[in-house]
Antibody
């Protein structure tokens, strides 16, 4: 079964950085962009940005510019989200997602990675 | 960024009855290629979102035909013809016409 598998939950202190991974399982995705979407506890969904798995080109939502880095390792078909300068309001579930067959829609999602920022 | 506004934010529905959710965008979602990249997602508790509808009215693979989408321009609707217990969750509209993609606030569907 094709799915996106994300790294395990993390607990970080304020000011630290976190790096979350996202790897397709059961298939090698090339030519796709991986989107990162976060969801604070009890809140809605927020798109943070995207990274193209082929070129490595990135686009970030303006509110995360300067704090977020999205990369990929083509040798293992894995995408990464790194968020620095963590604050308590960065506590959220971070999802990766891609658009495989449904044009302009995110039709495959990872299981989510909980990142808790607490002193 | 394009602002997506959903109504209602909560929808108590009787099993077997229809449900409807509206979504309005702050600007037209028609892209330069003529497509309108408006989708609907369902999120059950503790689960990642699941795609239901894409490009306004196309049901994604495996989605029951009781779900349908309609609309154009800036106004869109998701309808469930007969609500079942498994439909409980939060529904989001999402636009992918302009980056960054943006979501509605979510509509919580619950059974009366």
């Amino acid at each position: 079964q094709v799915q996106l598998v994300q790294s395990e939950a993390e607990v970080k202190k304020p000011g630290a950085s976190v790096k979350v991974s996202c790897k397709p399982s059961g298939y090698t995705f090339s030519g796709y962009s991986v989107y990162w979407v976060r969801q604070a506890p009890g809140q809605g969904l927020e798109c943070m940005g995207r990274v193209n798995l082929n070129s490595g080109a990135t686009n970030y939502a303006q509110r995360f510019q300067g704090r977020v880095t999205m990369t990929r390792d083509t040798s293992i078909s894995t995408a990464y989200l790194e968020l620095s300068g963590l604050r308590s309001d960065d506590t959220a579930v971070y999802f990766c997602a891609i658009s495989v067959v449904a044009g302009g829609a995110l039709d495959m999602w990872g299981q989510g990675t909980m990142v808790t920022v607490s002193s | 960024d394009i602002v997506m506004t959903q109504t209602p934010l909560s929808s108590p529905v009787t099993l077997g009855q229809p449900a409807s959710i509206s979504c309005r965008s702050s600007q037209s979602l028609v892209y330069s290629d003529g497509n309108t990249y408006l989708s609907w997602l369902q999120q059950r508790p503790g689960q990642p979102p699941r795609l239901l509808i894409y490009k306004i009215s196309n049901r994604f693979s495996g989605v029951p035909d009781r779900f349908s989408g309609s609309g154009a321009g800036t106004d869109f609707t998701l309808k469930i013809s007969r609500v079942e217990a498994e439909d409980v969750g939060v529904y989001y509209c999402m636009q992918a016409t302009q980056f960054p993609f943006t979501f509605g606030q979510g509509t919580k569907l619950e059974i009366k």
